[in-house]
């Protein structure tokens, strides 16, 4: 690699203008370490007149990402725009068909795009590198690819969404419902004006995605196995599950069952005294487990501009100072395709919460009906509301299949006397 | 980097056996990530007819590791003998002095010879790695130097030794004496037969100067600026931290106070729930902070063959895959000096165990002398041992400058009513 790189960063949000302030403060930094001189060449943004907290040099200010690549002779690009689609793409692909290297913070991307935009880098030669994608300022990626190269990793999990943790760790601390402490999260810029992908799994479903296809050299899959979110808890679920002596966690899990893949989002309850019972607020961490390695687990600031900054600018100096690398730490050729476990035999034990109309053969007509799909029962709580004459039966059961407890719960809806679709949260 | 590698492996221990058949059974993979072809083309131990549990080549094995890179044309070298001088040292240096790519495990050599020898590598142009000398299978140095380059980092804080962190657990969970604790561990092959380094600090001590060096991008420091072990530790130590809420935990700390070097091992009390108060066993764990990224956690298992061959086979891919890199992240030259922080200004609360003749008097003579060094008391516990007519006093200190309580402790040698020097325990 040449001495002197020409830097484009595209996408100027939180994001973006720190990093450019990064990039400016460690030049110095950079070129000890990598022995190359950067130069800010071009940045874009959608709104050249936008008032920012730091100055912008207009001349080298695009709206448009590709006349960049047109005009100007491109080294490295950091795409930060974020969209799965649309012009995120469209930069990406023509930056690497360029033989620009291209680093990105962009999980949606990634996720779908991730096979394609992985070959197109091989072949042009140039890196791809998305370090920040998954878990902010964790390098999990790197960790994978090099740290941990050549162990056989067979499971991974991870709490992976910084608001979904934040919001269930200030439910359990504040006693506030889920719409107050969603408010809070979003005026402290904890949660996104519209939390959507965050809080129904979709955000930790695309980490996963990514990372088992790091973790076990296979191409990305496209199916969700098995997600769901965390709008569906309520502070009578948290206070249930501290009786209990658990907390309630949203997890990311994927690991090979039976040489088949399984993906899986969902919130979990967990022991209060475990290791990722303690991971709280808007920080993530991630357990691999390995051979040879054994257990590992990594755990650090999952979201925020400087967390996010760091992978970036770990992401340059790995283009700066190495060899083309492969996107996924091995070619497009040898990841292969990999069968998804059929979700259906899958077997936990359940949280289940019905909230009933409070009158006598009600709890009978539960009972009944979990037994009817072989669904036993370890442990029974009933919590009535007086005033509004319903209550909540909690019931803990013992390990049932995937497949028996989505028709019970779906041949509830019948059940007039079930006020609402029952909430699940299943035991890890 | 040509197609073909040829690697020699020296040391035929424990790791270097395991390596050895993870070298031959992973080949393809190797080749999948990395484009090259390895091939053994030398191995060497003291003893070659020595039985060993898998069939070595006698063809390429040899017992003097210098006429190997003598007689053969080798790439890259494993080192695996261990010793921080002699032919270890001797290897390492003619390797790089022939331009082969250098491996090792040792944290002996590159804490003593480090400077020295990542100048040697640079002027030749090959690597050095030594990611299996620091914390075993956590891929902490590769970390530090890739996945939070550019992070200024300001405190390094790692349970560093298995040996003694097993041992501190099995106490606490056994409820039985150091010495016994000791004979399991050895019998487990958690602790060596001459386990002293182990216990004394000294091992983790070499680890922290690895770890300062990388992390601040310094010169490593030739002094012992604070170090103890864990050898006077006592049951009744154990046991009465498990009284105060508290866990004893071997610490290795680095960090820059006041712009200057502040290295230091010591056992500390800290509080049962806290994170590193829950790493147990023969676990390691290392928390880095660091701006932007925060705190960043990485635990992992600290020893053992299976987790050093993690370590060792990710730098084999690393200098597989990649450009020279500089062996601590940044060239020789932009690696300063750094002046050592006055160890007398620290200051900390401390735990301190008297064993004394129990008559009157003599709880008065202990409190006078520490009021002399203004040590001012924050908790004191009497426990007689009525048969022995002696007692254990335990004194928990307000803050303290380590001047003073150093002439302090000191001071009582004097005192007959005194059977042995007070057991110092530092509060985190």
Redesign the interface.
Known sequence: MKKNINIAVVGLGNVGS?LLN?LNK?KK??E??TGRKIYIAAVCARNKNKKRKFKINKKIFYQNPLKIIQNKKIDILFELIGKSDGISKKIVEESLKKKIHVITANKSLISKHGDYLSLLAEKNKVNLEF?ASVAG???IL??IK??????KIIKVVGILNGTSNYILTEMQNSNKNFDEVLKKAQSLGYAEPNPKFDLNGNDVLSKIKILSSLAF?KKISKFKNLMSGIENIELKDIRMANELGMKIKLLGITEIVDGKLFERVHPCLLKKES?IG?INGVMNAVILN????????????GAG???T???L??D???VL???I??PF???YK?RNKINLYDVNKYNNSLYLRFEVIDKPGVLSQITKNLAKYKISIERLIQVPEHKKKTASIIIITHRTSEFNSRKCLKSFKLNKNILKFPTLIRLF
Chains 1, 2 share one sequence.
């Open positions: 720190y990064e460690k930094d950079i000890n370490k370090e300022g964790i390098p790197r960790t090099d740290g941990l190269a050549t162990n050299n290791y303690n390995g051979t040879p390695v054994g257990e590992s687990v990594l755990q650090g600031e501009p400087g967390p900054s760091s992978s600018m770990s340059l100096l790995s100072r190495g060899n690398k492969y730490g091995i070619s040898n």
